[in-house]
Nanobody, 119 residues
Framework: QVQLVESGGGLVQPGGSLTLSCAAS????????MSWYRQAPGKERLVVAT????????NYVDSVKGRFTISRDNAKNTVYLQMNSLKPEDTAVYYC????????????WGQGTQVTVSS
């Protein structure tokens, strides 16, 4: 059974940092573009950052540019999201997503990890 398992969430004060991890099992991540999404209470799930299978390209939503960094280690089958200068509006459940770069529609989701930014 394919699994994506996020970890690293928690409670942090404004201005603080967290690093999220997404570890894949039974899935060859090197074939997948990876994304981090987030969903705040009462709002839709939106993409935050994406990275291609070979790490050649990354993209970020404007609200996190310069503060968040997406990276991956295909040897460890893991994707990361380094989050710095966190703001209360970053509070959400963060999900990782794997999308096969050649087979359209073949995607997997993790279960999510809660990030709360509050003083």
């Amino acid at each position: 059974q394919v699994q994506l398992v996020e970890s690293g969430g928690g409670l942090v004060q404004p201005g603080g940092s967290l690093t999220l991890s997404c570890a894949a099992s039974r899935l060859a991540l090197y074939r997948y573009g990876m994304s981090w999404y987030r969903q705040a209470p009462g709002k839709e799930r939106l993409v935050v950052a994406t990275i291609t299978s070979d790490s050649s390209r990354t993209n970020y939503v404007d609200s996190v540019k310069g503060r968040f960094t997406i990276s991956r280690d295909n040897a460890k089958n893991t994707v990361y999201l380094q989050m710095n200068s966190l703001k209360p509006e970053d509070t959400a459940v963060y999900y990782c997503n794997a999308a096969h770069e050649e087979i359209q529609g073949l995607t997997y989701w993790g279960q999510g990890t809660q990030v709360t930014v509050s003083s």
